[in-house]
């Protein structure tokens, strides 16, 4: 492979060419950015670019590649950031005019795991504003573009993530999913997205949306380098209070090609109306070749409250955005209107300007349900059926080994198709929300085309069962050649 095409590695192809010292660290960085300025022009995938930092970040790794005997998967390989993952010396906006120059004075744990294996940092991505939003159109500074057809969305919160891997911008890249963020622009951007359980992968230094939703996760380009990922982000961290303290398993160990005996179950509350015809045909095809694999299927389960889990999504995740952003008061950090006449015009107007249309209209959402007289009717009453759907999903799993389901109902829509209807683009995440709303895994990964549109299969399972997820995925992969198709940019 010539030096200007490394970008099109994937992490494990990378790791060895690093390791038998056929190319260096900064011959790959340098081939990232290159892509970066080719392409970025088209996708707008990226806020901040640390060009500077990479290459001096890549010549020390190339250094200690020299004089070491062993490194490790992700050692001297280029990664991408979403820009809601505190970065120290990097700016990190949140896709918000608020936190438009803020530069973090620490990194997040999942920054430090990553540094202590050497990777190399390149940047951050676009992404709808605080993470609320389906499309990345709510980004204060640019909407992203979906490599696979400019006119259309990549998805969203992780949009700017799932578009720059897709388009080989980063070799691989971390997202952050509250209600499908990873993997709905993972699928609309065909590529591979792992929301893990909650609790297995840090949230300090992850900005926070909604704190009982939230969870980083990793964006590659095929599954090894996820389970590579995943082995590295994935641990208990004492300073995240709802970390979990269990070991983490090697989860390339899982990566075999047999799911003989695996029993997979199909929800039919996933394929209702409003899941496009090419989405069904495609997952069912997907599912035919999960059975030809050797696994069991079952068409016959049922989770009656998923029809619920959208309407107490946006309850709970509003509540918890209307607490955590009411930090943003134009005093302590960030924008700050200073055109005011006392500290209290300070705050309304440092909030009127900076957080954009769909932050505002969450805000409200969730203040309007926390307030006297409506917590008992609606936040409340949220909480319960989350236990339900919660309760469900544990009755599920004590049958089944995973549960499919289509990641996105629908192919990428177009720019501007959904901003004037709040509720039709909440309903992008119609398949995704129920996984955040239980705290349990899942994953997309490619599962076909539509005229030439991606499609992604949702694949999840009980608490910490990331293996067989995995598993499964790998499995799949290994029979179809979806996730080696490029966007016509490529």
Known sequence: MQANELHQLTTHEAHELLKQRKISSAELTKSVLKRIAEIEGKVHACVTIAEDIALKEAEKVDD??????????????????????????????????????????????????????????????????????????????????????????????????????????????????????IRQPAALCSVVGLKPTYGRVSRFGLVAFASSLDQIGPITKDVTD?????????????????????????????????????????????????????????????INKLQELGAEIDWEVSLPHTKYALAAYYILAPSEASANLARYDGVKYGFSERNARNVIETTERTRQFGFGLEVKRRIMLGTYALSAGYYDAYYLKAQKVRTLIKQEFDQAFEKYDALVTPTSPIVPFKLGEKLEDPMQMYLSDVCTLPINIAGIPAISIPAGFADNLPIGMQIMGKPFSEEILLRIAFAYEQTTDWHKRKPPLS
């Not at 992404?127 to 998805?155: C, I, K, Q, Y």
């Open 64 to 181: 200690y590649i020299k004089t070491a005997h062993e490194i490790t998967p992700l050692t001297g390989i280029p990664i991408l950031i979403k820009d809601v993952i505190c970065t120290k010396g990097i700016r990190t906006t949140c896709g918000s005019k608020m936190l438009e120059n803020f530069v973090p004075p620490y990194d997040a744990t999942v920054i430090e795991k990553l540094k202590a294996q050497k990777a190399v940092i390149v940047g951050k991505t676009n992404m709808d504003e605080f993470a609320m939003g389906s499309s990345t159109e709510h980004s204060a500074f640019f909407p992203t573009h979906n490599p696979w057809d400019l006119s259309r969305v990549p998805g969203g919160s992780s949009g700017g993530s799932a578009a720059a891997v897709a388009v080989d911008e980063t070799i691989y890249a971390l997202g952050s999913d509250t209600g499908g963020s």
């Open 226 to 286: 996820c389970a590579l990922v995943m082995n590295v982000i994935s641990g208990y961290d004492s300073r995240d209070s709802t970390s979990a303290p269990y070991p983490v398993p090697d989860y390339t160990r899982q990566l075999i090609p047999s799911i003989k005996g695996l029993k997979i179950g199909i929800p039919r509350e996933y394929l209702v109306e409003g899941v496009q015809n090419q989405v069904k045909a495609a997952l069912e095809a997907a």
